[in-house]
């Protein structure tokens, strides 16, 4: 899973997600974790299909952006349980969530995976300039150089 509850609870208030993910009238003022997880799988399987044909799944870790994208769209889908009640700001944080996944599967955006760029694979960096001089070969030698700071 890309997102957990908490992340969940981190953009809808408790109170809130009671009467998102409770259907009956006594719920015993408790979160329905299977709404909140089949919300979730939902999200999941949404960047799932969007990443299947770029990245090898699962993912073995999972970059902040999918966790947020994973968040926005399962906030969605549990405001979309009650259609009447969907805030702008949960149907603007998933419409960027969507257009975030059209980024990364055309190429405009790419995930920041470990995996896809081991270390042994990231080239040594290179000194900053060459010279093809030695010490021998100078043309301003110490002395020079002593004379024209004013030091002979």
Known sequence: MY?????????????ELINLTCDCINHNGVINESEVNAAIKYADEIINCALRTK??????????????????????????RRPASIPEHIKDSY????ELLKMIQSDKMILDLPQEH????????????????STKSKIFTDEMMRIYRGRP
């Open 118 to 133: 081991p270390d042994k694979d990231i080239p040594v960096q290179q000194p900053l300039f060459l010279s093809n001089t």
């Open 95 to 98: 419409k960027t969530a969507v």
């Open 55 to 80: 990245y090898t799944l699962p993912l073995a870790f999972t970059p902040p952006v999918l966790e947020g994208i994973s968040t926005d769209i399962a906030c969605y889908r549990l405001y979309k």
């Open 3 to 15: 997102c957990g509850l908490e992340n969940i609870k981190n953009i809808i208030p408790e109170p």
